[in-house]
């Protein structure tokens, strides 16, 4: 079951752009990750932000967390073609294993 | 180095085989995870393993069965599966709770 959504489904811009991808979730978290899939292949690991923590920061990636409002935001700053891929937000609710869930994803697609 | 390796990269099998999908990690991490991604959707978790135990089984059928046989190794065992099952099946590992975890590049599986 998906703890909650993205939006937008889809993002298409052009090289030099900025893409801003949101996270909505509905339980109590310790944490949200932000993971990028190129092709179908495995994730990547771009940002982990704890629950206490509001924003952070890993070179062109800037990731917001609102608990308030239960939401979070993936920034990436001046885009290059090789960004292209599928971004992925997961949240790790609190009294778990580490029990990731994920969003159902924002397809990014940056054009030369 | 936060390398998870898995072996096979792709997987065909009839309804009557058996198979067997490994992962591997040298990181010393002692919570695993294997999961199961469609096309065009969000990994979903199907087991999680701590101090080689298991501790979830998101209520998988039975005709996968994940062992751990030492604190670097995960399998998956696959015997009588369905088309359905057709899939991306991704294998990550956390050095613990609360903490990020790192994904392998996954065996994209097709059941014939």
């Known amino acids: 079951s998906q703890q909650g959504e993205e939006d937008p489904q889809a993002l298409s811009i052009q090289e030099g752009e900025n893409a801003t991808m949101n996270c909505s979730y509905k339980t109590s978290i310790n944490n949200l990750q932000w993971y990028r899939q190129n092709s179908g292949r495995g994730l990547v690991h771009l940002i982990l932000?704890?629950?206490?923590?509001r924003e952070k920061h890993s070179g062109r990636l800037r990731v917001t967390l609102d608990t308030s409002k239960k939401s979070s935001s993936l920034l990436i700053t001046a885009s290059r073609a090789a960004d292209t891929a599928s971004y992925f937000c997961?949240?790790?609710?609190?009294?778990?294993?580490?029990?990731?869930?994920f969003g159902a994803g924002t397809r990014l697609a940056v054009h030369p | 180095d936060t390398e998870v390796t898995q072996t096979p990269k792709h997987l065909v099998m009839g309804m009557t085989n058996k198979k067997s999908l490994k992962c591997e990690q040298h990181?010393?991490?002692?919570?695993m995870y294997w999961y199961k991604q469609k096309a065009k959707k969000p990994p979903e978790l199907m087991f999680v393993y701590s101090y080689e135990k298991l501790s979830i089984n998101e209520s998988v059928p039975s005709r996968f069965s994940p062992e751990c046989p030492n604190s670097s190794l995960l399998n998956l065992h696959l015997h009588a599966l369905q088309p359905e099952d057709s899939a991306l099946y991704l294998c990550?590992?956390?050095?613990?709770?609360?903490?990020?975890?790192?994904f392998g590049p996954g065996t994209r599986l097709l059941v014939l």
């Open positions: 990550a590992s956390a050095g613990g709770f609360q903490e990020t975890q790192y």
């Open positions: 932000i704890r629950s206490n923590e």
């Open positions: 997961a949240t790790d609710a609190t009294g778990g294993y580490n029990k990731l869930i």
């Open positions: 990181m010393g991490h002692r919570a």
